[in-house]
């Protein structure tokens, strides 16, 4: 006899990760936990600290320690509510890697040799893991878990998420049966923060990861470093202030940063600075970003008392483990895997 399908909130699910491999920027912040906060309100949230992921890359355990914890109390700096949403680590909850596993075996080699991501940063690193290649398996694992109706992330993420939904696909044909819910992305538009650039380098991405964090904006810097950051900001040759993401890159990434952070349509600031030069523009630009991180880190400083994020981190971990258990556990069935007391 088939079995019902596994017991679901009727809310919206949404889970999203952010790996802690370095110092969180502006482009996660306005590609990614901006949006997380605002979809606390409307749906049932899990959000992620991926962990596993970032062991793909050298870490220095130290540091990845120290990151994890960072990243939790940025979540909750950016207006994540633990009550409303759920905040945990990735590794604290086994099913994660269980499944990745399991879903490796459902995964063709060629599908994971084409996702650019993994040709991008196996051309930087000198030993290639085969983490780094099954890397989208476990985001597919960290998603499907859950039984996610929507994912927010970046547009750099889409690639890993049309994978996600081929594997969900592919496993429900296969048993006739809906094991997993396919996921849609909620990716914003460039112009709304879904690819924010590196400000020396308007063509590459801004990342934590980056061998160029001069042009990263990061969510900790100070006010007097965000300014020199902006201020030695590369722009495009003519002097006029408007959007064109093909002629005018680097304008354009900046207008993009400036109107997420002050709510003024792009049109707005093409009008305000129609008079001025780079000048004026990218000072105002500085005290935009200032006034929208200094409220995130002064947050951030009080979260840091021993204590108070881990007990997020524990509470957040209760919740989500009884969740990811019913769909793992079903698949494992379908599988064939002996049940286990
Ligand atoms: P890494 O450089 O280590 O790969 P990353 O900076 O790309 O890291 P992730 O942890 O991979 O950051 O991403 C967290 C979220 O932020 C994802 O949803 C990702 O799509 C989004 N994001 C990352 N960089 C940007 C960016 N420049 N613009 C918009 N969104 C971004
Ligand atoms: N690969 C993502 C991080 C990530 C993620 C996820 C995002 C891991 N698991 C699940 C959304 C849903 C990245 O941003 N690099």
């Keep these: 006899m088939v079995k019902p399908p596994a017991p679901r909130n009727m809310a919206k699910r949404v889970f999203s990760g952010v790996q802690p491999s370095g110092s969180l920027t502006i482009g996660n912040y306005l590609g990614a936990l901006r949006n997380f906060a605002k979809l606390q309100y409307e749906a049932d949230c899990l959000f992620c600290v991926v962990d596993l992921h970032a062991l793909t890359v050298p870490q220095d355990p130290k540091e990845l320690h120290q990151r994890t914890l960072d990243v939790a109390r940025i979540f909750v700096a950016s207006g994540i509510d633990p009550n409303r949403a759920t905040i945990f680590v990735q590794s604290h909850v086994p099913a994660h890697s269980e499944l990745s596993w399991l879903l490796e075996c459902t995964t063709y080699d060629g599908e994971l040799r ?3 991501q993994y040709k991008d940063k196996a051309s930087r690193q000198e ?3 085969s983490g780094l290649l099954t890397y989208p398996v476990l985001m597919a694992a960290d998603i499907l878990l859950y039984q996610s109706d929507e994912v927010p992330v970046g547009d750099d993420q889409k690639q890993h998420l049309e994978l996600a939904r081929d594997i969900a696909v592919r496993v429900n044909n296969r048993f006739d049966e809906e094991i997993f819910k396919v996921p849609k992305p909620y990716i914003p538009p460039r112009a709304a923060g879904g690819r924010i650039m590196n400000l020396q380098d308007p063509y590459e991405k801004m990342s934590k990861s980056t061998e160029n964090p001069r042009g990263n ?4 810097d100070s006010p007097d470093e965000i300014r020199k950051k902006i201020r030695s900001a590369v722009t495009d040759s003519g002097r006029e202030i408007y959007y064109d993401e093909e002629n005018k ?3 354009s990434n900046l207008m993009v940063i400036y109107s997420l952070c002050s709510g ?3 049109d707005e600031i093409q009008s305000n600075y129609a008079d001025s030069g780079y ?3 990218k000072k105002d630009l500085a005290e935009v970003v200032v006034e929208t ?4 880190q002064k947050r951030f400083a009080e979260l840091s008392e021993p204590g108070v994020i881990e007990a997020i981190l524990a509470e957040g971990r209760k919740k989500a ?3 990811a258990l019913p769909t793992l556990n079903r698949f494992r069935d379908r599988l064939g895997l002996l049940t286990h007391s």
Excluded: N
């Design 114 to 116: 084409r996702m650019t």
């Design 279 to 281: 000048g004026d523009f």
């Design 264 to 266: 003024q349509s792009l």
């Design 293 to 296: 991180l200094t409220p995130i």
């Design 249 to 251: 890159a680097a304008v």
């Design 127 to 129: 030993v290639v893991t």
């Design 321 to 323: 483990e009884p969740l």
């Design 217 to 220: 904006i990061g969510i900790l």
